[in-house]
């Protein structure tokens, strides 16, 4: 099993940027693939962005919404995922949250806030 804790959410201006990070515990991080989804209030969870598992570099696929201005990346030696938002819309507000998947399981962080707004 694997725990997660996201963090570097908070309030930032339209165009600006922000790096989300998501630290694991438990073993065998590198096994999982990690995606970050996001809630906004009145909406259904949706996918932003997701990364493959692996050792190697792994590969990425994106929301349409946020291609060319979010990247995921991952650190498996540091068992931590990222999430580097830049040129950030006020439509980008929204809880983010965190997940680790491997086969049939499935595990959350708890999320983080983020706002966008003059």
């Known amino acids: 099993q694997v725990q997660l804790v996201e963090s570097g959410g908070g309030l930032v201006q339209p165009g600006g940027s922000l790096r989300l990070s998501c630290a694991a515990s438990?073993?065998?991080?590198?096994?999982?693939?990690m995606g970050w989804y996001r809630q906004a209030p009145g909406k259904q969870r949706e996918l932003v962005a997701a990364?493959?598992?692996?050792?190697?570099?792994?590969?990425?696929n994106y929301a349409d919404s946020v291609k060319g201005r979010f990247t995921i990346s991952r650190d498996n030696a540091k068992n931590t995922v990222y999430l580097q938002m830049n040129s950030l819309k006020p439509e980008d507000t929204a809880v983010y949250y965190c997940n680790a998947a491997r086969g049939s399981y499935s595990a959350w962080g708890q999320g983080t806030q983020v706002t966008v707004s003059s």
């Open positions: 990364i493959s598992s692996g050792v190697s570099r792994g590969s990425t």
């Open positions: 438990g073993s065998a991080f590198s096994s999982y693939a």
